[in-house]
T-cell receptor, first 114, second 111 residues
């Protein structure tokens, strides 16, 4: 199984540009989420989804949009990139919305906004 | 301020030494998880602790959940270079979906 696949691996944007980070999982997981990881800050939850058609905000949602039209895909959109969004972004999924379930992570997207 | 405070932030030791890293909070968690992350990769789950006072062992790694379910520790016996990585604790407070992570402990084990 491929697990959680993120694309692209690296991206450089100029301030004000828009882009979509792609995330796909082939494990039929109900729950998917996006995190950003910054030095000294750990992983911070941006948005999450408990199933197709359902999304909700996490700890740091401003500047990001998400949608969940299928179980497999959960793209993250930056509508107008800002230097503060320079970070490493991780997509994760798990079987369901339970605290004891294992989160499966993708390998990350390193984003630089100039 | 972080919901989960991890200490130390950095730890560099020689192969064969023992070490303990800590994950503390003023809040009560229903469970805590420990992940390990290597450069260029996403975190990978090591263990989930659920019951206050619980101790789980995974080969040379021992995980403990505090009696009050506010803190946890990870002890590594006879560390090896392969243990090098970023160790993260994670827990959920308000619902099952909002999983919060600590900032991590970056461990380097020198041969």
């Amino acid at each position: 199984n491929a697990g959680v696949t993120q694309t692209p691996k690296f991206q450089v944007l100029k301030t004000g540009q828009s882009m979509t980070l792609q995330c796909a999982q082939d494990m039929n997981h109900e729950y998917m989420s996006w995190y950003r990881q910054d030095p000294g800050m750990g992983l911070r939850l941006i948005h999450y989804s408990v199933g197709a058609g359902i999304t909700d905000q996490g700890e740091v949602p401003n500047g990001y949009n998400v949608s969940r039209s299928t179980t497999e895909d959960f793209p993250l959109r930056l509508l107008s990139a800002a230097p503060s969004q320079t970070s490493v972004y991780f997509c994760a999924s798990k079987v369901r919305d339970s605290t004891n379930e294992k989160l499966f992570f993708g390998s990350g997207t390193q984003l630089s906004v100039l | 301020t972080q919901l989960l405070e991890q200490s130390p932030q950095f730890l560099s030791i020689q192969e064969g030494e023992n070490l303990t890293v800590y994950c503390n909070s003023s809040s009560v968690f229903s469970s805590l998880q420990w992940y390990r992350q290597e450069p260029g990769e996403g975190p990978v789950l090591l263990v989930t602790v659920v019951t206050g006072g619980e101790v789980k062992k995974l080969k040379r790694l021992t995980f403990q959940f505090g009696d009050a379910r506010k803190d946890s520790s990870l002890h590594i016996t006879a560390a090896q270079p392969g243990d090098t990585g970023l160790y993260l604790c994670a827990g959920s407070l308000y619902n099952n979906n909002d999983m919060r992570f600590g900032a991590g402990t970056r461990l380097t084990v020198k041969p």
